[in-house]
């Protein structure tokens, strides 16, 4: 019996690998973020359109910066000195006060929607309605470690 | 010509009218969409080249262009 055990476990690790790998292959919208229901070609052709509205909404500044440096930045419309960096894809903003990281930023979309469109509605936002955009993110303090940078 | 465009999981919508006369009907169904959005929980904004964008809760048919974000929520 204590010989079979490690077979036994092999087995069963074996039989969980095929079973895992049979239902990645057949969910693809695992793999590359896609709503349940949503036809993988939808989703990249969703995802194109978001990425031309968005080129066509920033400037070519803007634009080539998303495209280099993985982030925007955008200028608070009420506060002197103040930008938001909004990412270009999912992920915190980080607000910066003359230089310097004050805090960080988590709100995002109650759907799920593109990356591009995720951006533009950060821009939107911030620069038409800064206030309610504050009051709904949940706001995080900058690491000690983000300080020096 | 004004442009309505709505942002969902299909990426963005567009809904166009003409501002001038004897388009009216679509000038009415845009901002029926437009109501319906709204009422839904999403946010527009009136975008132009020339400005940032800024928050409209009414619909303006002499906007370039409006585009509607869904609701957000804290992460």
Known sequence: MGELLPILAQMLFGLLVVAGLSWSLAHPSHRHNVQPHQAHSEWLAAKARAEHLLMEMLSTEDYQHLAR???IEVRSPNVP???????KYR??????????PVMSLCVQPVHHIPDADVVLIHKLMIEGNEQEYLRIANRFDVTPFRQYL | MGKL?????????TVQWDTTR?????????????????A???TAFRVSAAAPGE???????HAEQIVIVPRVAGG
């Open chain 1, 91 to 100: 992920g915190r903003i980080h607000v910066y006060e003359a230089g310097r």
């Open chain 2, 55 to 61: 928050r409209i809760v009414s619909f303006d048919p």
């Open chain 2, 5 to 13: 465009r709505i942002l969902s999981k299909l990426g963005d919508t």
């Open chain 1, 69 to 71: 440096r993985g982030y």
């Open chain 2, 22 to 38: 004897g388009a009216e009907e679509a000038v009415r169904e845009a901002e029926r969409i437009f109501r319906q959005e709204i």
């Open chain 1, 81 to 87: 000195e103040r930008c938001y960096r909004v990412p």
């Open chain 2, 40 to 42: 839904a929980g999403s």
